[in-house]
């Protein structure tokens, strides 16, 4: 049977671009492994050197992405808001995050735990495929904006 909140999720995960051609047996197993997480404003989720705990989707308000530039402090990489993902090396039990991840309002989010998801991968290789796809893409979208802030740091301003 399935519960109130796997069929939110389910119609969560279908609305989202990222998610929304995968099949409906793969996105039950997600559902099945989700949970509702909310964090106030000015939250940390986790910080450079931890583990990853959970493969996050924002349902509603914005998470930061934050590298420690020395000399500089805490730089905003990326800026995520309601239907993205975040915490993708999760998936990888022996990789550490590399930035810090924070709230600048509050945000609701679904959790699904990175165990849980490792496992069900290992267990359906197209859930697998399916999901490294997907983080494959967000990662590099991610990777071309922060090419693209990159540049316009470096790059002086034309008159």
């Given at each position: 049977m399935t519960s109130q909140l796997e069929l939110k999720v389910i119609t969560l995960l279908r609305s989202v671009e990222l998610t929304?051609?995968?099949?409906?047996?793969?996105?039950?197993?997600?559902?099945?492994?989700?949970?509702?997480?909310k964090f106030p404003a000015d939250r940390v989720i986790y910080r450079r050197g931890d583990t990853g705990q959970a493969v996050y989707l924002i349902?509603?308000?914005?998470?930061?992405?934050?590298?420690?530039?020395?000399?500089?402090?805490?730089m905003v990489m990326n800026t995520l808001g309601p239907g993205q993902f975040f915490g993708w090396s999760s998936l990888f039990p022996s990789e550490r995050?590399?930035?810090?991840?924070?709230t600048t309002k509050t945000t609701r989010a679904i959790a699904f735990d990175a165990a849980q998801l490792r496992a069900a991968c290992k267990n359906d290789h197209?859930?697998?495929?399916?999901?490294?796809?997907?983080?494959?893409e967000?990662?590099?979208?991610?990777?071309?904006l922060n090419r693209q802030q990159l540049n316009d740091l470096i790059t002086p301003e034309r008159a």
């Amino acid at each position: 049977m399935t519960s109130q909140l796997e069929l939110k999720v389910i119609t969560l995960l279908r609305s989202v671009e990222l998610t929304q051609s995968m099949e409906t047996s793969h996105l039950k197993k997600l559902a099945a492994i989700a949970r509702e997480v909310k964090f106030p404003a000015d939250r940390v989720i986790y910080r450079r050197g931890d583990t990853g705990q959970a493969v996050y989707l924002i349902e509603d308000g914005e998470v930061v992405i934050e590298m420690d530039i020395p000399g500089k402090g805490l730089m905003v990489m990326n800026t995520l808001g309601p239907g993205q993902f975040f915490g993708w090396s999760s998936l990888f039990p022996s990789e550490r995050k590399m930035a810090w991840t924070r709230t600048t309002k509050t945000t609701r989010a679904i959790a699904f735990d990175a165990a849980q998801l490792r496992a069900a991968c290992k267990n359906d290789h197209e859930l697998d495929y399916a999901i490294v796809r997907r983080a494959a893409e967000s990662t590099a979208d991610r990777i071309r904006l922060n090419r693209q802030q990159l540049n316009d740091l470096i790059t002086p301003e034309r008159a």
